[in-house]
């Protein structure tokens, strides 16, 4: 039985701990802590886990064998390094870090290490289409890819959401998936900007954002963060001679009142459900295993900070800007999930 310290404890460390409660096997939450203590004594009394007053006390806990780590970016780095440290694995929500340079320490300590201990959620490459159209891809089944279409819509974001977090926060599943789907590194990002939807208020709000991949293949996703009617991921990519894409919203149809539909999903707890189901289970079963993670890996979430930099940048200059990676250490040239 694996045993978790869950730091964080708002909204997806919540939905992380029920199912790591209820869901998923070999696993217990045996610690949590939030700044906001209340909560945490609240989450802690139900599960029956130890309340700690900050992250590093969790990590330092002997009944905690790996970490989940749910709070702000901004706090990531610390909570990351300090497992590192004491040589527990940890699952950082995205983004590694808000900064290249603290994914660099991050990617610099954990390659000190010598052996893999942080996972980045990047739970995309766990969603049941997404693989399916990579097997496909892969197959060669539409040719050559060309370009990929994305769009990526939330229904709202709260009002400290500004223009850059449409990258750095929503896109940044974009970046990460492409360079999984792909198999290769983005060279460049431009971003357009659209007419301004009046639901945002101030917000620039959608973004046009286009990638420029290492093989030539160019990326476009639609990124529009307050259009009302649910939660909308879409993908499809063109090849030479066919196109494969996500499937329906929905698995049921409903026909009434002289009207047929697909129900969608209000966020991404309800979308990606089974993912972040199937991205908890490998985790835990890989640890299990060898005690090392194969999920997405501290150098991707080095790789999706530099893009993401790269293309708040594009979205201040207007123009394309290049994406530099620093050479990779050796702990990350095996493949990942
Ligand atoms: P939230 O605001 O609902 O929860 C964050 C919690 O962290 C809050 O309860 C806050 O009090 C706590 N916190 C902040 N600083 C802390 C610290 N230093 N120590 C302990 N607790 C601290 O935010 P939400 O939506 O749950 O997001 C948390 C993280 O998960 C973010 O990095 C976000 O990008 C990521 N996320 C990932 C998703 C995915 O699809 N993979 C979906 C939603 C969020
Ligand atoms: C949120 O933090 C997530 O990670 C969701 O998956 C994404 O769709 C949303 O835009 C982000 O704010």
């Given at each position: 039985m694996l045993r978790?310290?869950?730091?964080?404890?708002?909204?997806?460390?919540?939905?992380?701990?029920?199912?790591?409660?209820?869901?998923l096997a070999g696993v217990r939450v045996t610690a949590v802590t939030d700044v906001n203590a209340s909560v945490?004594?609240?989450?802690?009394?139900?599960?029956?886990?130890?309340?700690?007053?900050?992250?590093?006390?969790?990590?330092?806990?002997?009944?905690?064998?790996?970490?989940?780590?749910?709070?702000?970016?901004?706090?990531?780095?610390?909570?990351?390094?300090?497992?590192i440290a004491a040589g527990k694995p940890v699952f950082c929500e995205?983004?590694?870090a808000t900064t290249a340079e603290a994914?660099?320490?991050?990617?610099?300590?954990?390659?000190?290490?010598?052996?893999?201990?942080?996972?980045?959620?990047?739970?995309?490459?766990?969603?049941?289409?997404?693989?399916?159209?990579?097997?496909?891809?892969?197959?060669?089944?539409?040719?050559?890819?060309?370009?990929?279409?994305?769009?990526?819509?939330n229904a709202s974001v709260p009002s400290h959401y500004e223009k850059e977090m449409a990258i750095t926060d929503t896109a940044v599943h974009e970046i990460d998936m492409v360079r999984w789907m792909f198999g290769t590194e983005i060279k460049a990002a431009r971003v357009l900007v659209p007419r301004k939807n009046r639901n945002g208020g101030e917000l620039q709000d959608p973004l046009?954002?286009?990638?420029?991949?290492?093989?030539e293949v160019l990326v476009d996703?639609?990124?529009?963060?307050?259009?009302?009617?649910?939660?909308?991921?879409?993908?499809?990519?063109?090849?030479?001679?066919?196109?494969?894409?996500?499937?329906s919203l929905?698995?049921?149809r409903v026909r009434t009142s002289l009207r047929a539909a697909d129900p969608v999903p209000a966020d991404w707890r309800e979308r990606f459900l089974a993912a972040y189901d199937v991205e908890f289970q490998e985790w835990i079963d890989s640890l299990a295993r060898t005690g090392a993670p194969v999920g997405p890996s501290a150098w991707d979430g080095y790789a999706a900070a530099v893009v993401s930099d790269a293309a708040v940048a594009a979205l201040h200059s207007g123009s394309a800007e290049n994406v530099e990676l620093a050479e990779q250490p050796k702990l990350y040239s095996e493949v990942t999930a």
């Open positions: 978790i310290g869950v730091i964080g404890t708002g909204m997806i460390g919540q939905d992380h701990i029920r199912r790591m409660t209820h869901v945490a004594e609240a989450v802690g009394a139900r599960i029956g886990a130890t309340v700690h007053a900050t992250g590093e006390e969790v990590i330092a806990d002997s009944s905690v064998d790996a970490v989940v780590v749910c709070s702000w970016g901004p706090t990531h780095e610390q909570y990351v390094l300090a497992a995205k983004p590694l994914c660099v320490r991050i990617v610099e300590a954990e390659a000190a290490h010598g052996r893999r201990l942080v996972q980045v959620g990047y739970m995309r490459r766990y969603d049941s289409a997404y693989r399916e159209l990579k097997k496909i891809l892969d197959a060669g089944d539409i040719g050559a890819p060309l370009m990929m279409h994305c769009a990526h819509r046009f954002l286009i990638l420029e991949m290492a093989n996703v639609e990124i529009s963060v307050n259009i009302r009617y649910g939660y909308d991921i879409r993908g499809e990519i063109v090849g030479e001679h066919g196109t494969a894409s996500l499937g929905s698995p049921v």
